[in-house]
Nanobody, 129 residues
Framework: QVQLVESGGGLVQPGGSLRLSCATS????????MGWFRQAPGKEREFVAV????????AYADSAKGRFTISRDHAKNTLYLQMNSLKPDDTAVYYC??????????????????????WGQGTQVTVSS
């Protein structure tokens, strides 16, 4: 079992920045990909960014490229999402998620939320003037 707890959401003006954190516990993450997703009211959950925990390579949704940065801190077992140049369309509940792989499997970066095994409770981000 992996426990995920997001924090860092809030109200920010357009053009502003926020850094989301996802504290993890329960298991070592060397065989995991960690992702950020978001869900706006009335919309499906959508992929934002993903990182391979052990190596640190990343992938982003087109909407996040150039504005958002996913990273992780091994010592703190924490995942981050730095969000800059925020727009009203970024308003959503943001979730971190963990995609578990068995030790002999290759960890891949996936954008499909149904692949992820563990989810946090979400943190609200509102971009408004």
């Amino acid at each position: 079992q992996v426990q995920l707890v997001e924090s860092g959401g809030g109200l920010v003006q357009p053009g502003g920045s926020l850094r989301l954190s996802c504290a993890t516990s329960g298991r070592a993450l060397s065989n995991y990909a960690m992702g950020w997703f978001r869900q706006a009211p009335g919309k499906e959950r959508e992929f934002v960014a993903v990182i391979r925990w052990s190596v640190g390579d990343t992938a982003y949704a087109d909407s996040a490229k150039g504005r958002f940065t996913i990273s992780r801190d091994h010592a703190k077992n924490t995942l981050y999402l730095q969000m800059n140049s925020l727009k009203p369309d970024d308003t959503a509940v943001y979730y971190c998620a963990a995609d578990q792989f068995l030790p002999w499997q290759t960890v891949i970066l996936t954008t499909d939320p149904t692949r992820y095994d563990y989810w946090g409770q979400g943190t609200q981000v509102t971009v408004s003037s």
